[in-house]
T-cell receptor, first 114, second 111 residues
Framework: EPEVTQTPSHQVTQMGQEVILRCVPI?????FYWYRQILGQKVEFLVS????????KSEIFDDQFSVERPDGSNFTLKIRSTKLEDSAMYFC????????????FGAGTRLSVL | EDQVTQSPEALRLQEGESSSLNCSYT??????LFWYRQDPGKGPEFLFT???AGEEKEKERLKATLTKKESFLHITAPKPEDSATYLC????????????FGSGTRLSIRP
């Protein structure tokens, strides 16, 4: 069964460093998303991406964050200068159809900022 | 502002003891309501989507229902492997694509 793949599973970084989280969405899907979940809290929307553009973003997704689809398969989230409060699980999701909008999630990347 | 509230926060059942989880929502027009299962350290796993009041969906021991204000996830004769956190999420007409999650119900089934 097709699945969303995320790498790495765990990323440890120093405060102020740049990190790139990688995702391979399901192959025929067109809409891509990043969410985060701080330990013990809700899953929160960060950004949606379609046709090589950001279609929607939350207030969390400030200038420190950027997304990119560098080729036909990968979808990345970059955090330019990490802060302690960026420590969280980051989930990538994809859907083939924005009207039904059934989003399929990857297993996540645990980001630990020291 | 769109909101999703789930109750209870945690639920412990004996194997075979049926129960229901609640998801109350306030949205500016519901486009879809979703139930996900999340195991510790994993991503949300899609279970059901419901689009209109009165709709019901079933999968094995789980059944999801929808009214204009809330959704229920009914669990019939649960097994220990049903232990997980169950997340409710909504997509409203105020948003192009984001879904808003509730805090989840942590379900534990004792053998």
């Amino acid at each position: 069964e097709p699945e969303v793949t995320q790498t790495p599973s765990h990323q440890v970084t120093q405060m102020g460093q740049e990190v790139i989280l990688r995702c391979v969405p399901i192959s025929n899907h067109l809409y891509f998303y990043w969410y985060r979940q701080i330990l013990g809290q809700k899953v929160e929307f960060l950004v949606s991406f379609y046709n090589n553009e950001i279609s929607e973003k939350s207030e969390i997704f400030d200038d420190q964050f950027s997304v990119e689809r560098p080729d036909g398969s990968n979808f990345t989230l970059k955090i330019r200068s990490t802060k302690l409060e960026d420590s969280a699980m980051y989930f990538c999701a994809s859907t083939p159809d924005s009207s039904l909008n059934i989003q399929y999630f990857g297993a996540g990347t645990r980001l630990s900022v020291l | 502002e769109d909101q999703v509230t789930q109750s209870p926060e945690a639920l412990r059942l004996q194997e075979g003891e049926s129960s229901s989880l609640n998801c109350s929502y306030t949205v500016s027009g519901l486009r879809g309501l979703f139930w996900y299962r999340q195991d510790p350290g994993k991503g949300p796993e899609f279970l059901f989507t419901l689009y209109s009041a009165g709709e019901e969906k079933e999968k094995e021991r789980l059944k999801a229902t929808l009214t204009k204000k809330e959704s229920f996830l009914h669990i019939t004769a649960p097994k220990p492997e049903d232990s997980a956190t169950y997340l409710c999420a909504v997509h409203s007409y105020s948003s192009a694509s984001k879904i808003i999650f509730g805090s989840g119900t942590r379900l534990s089934i004792r053998p």
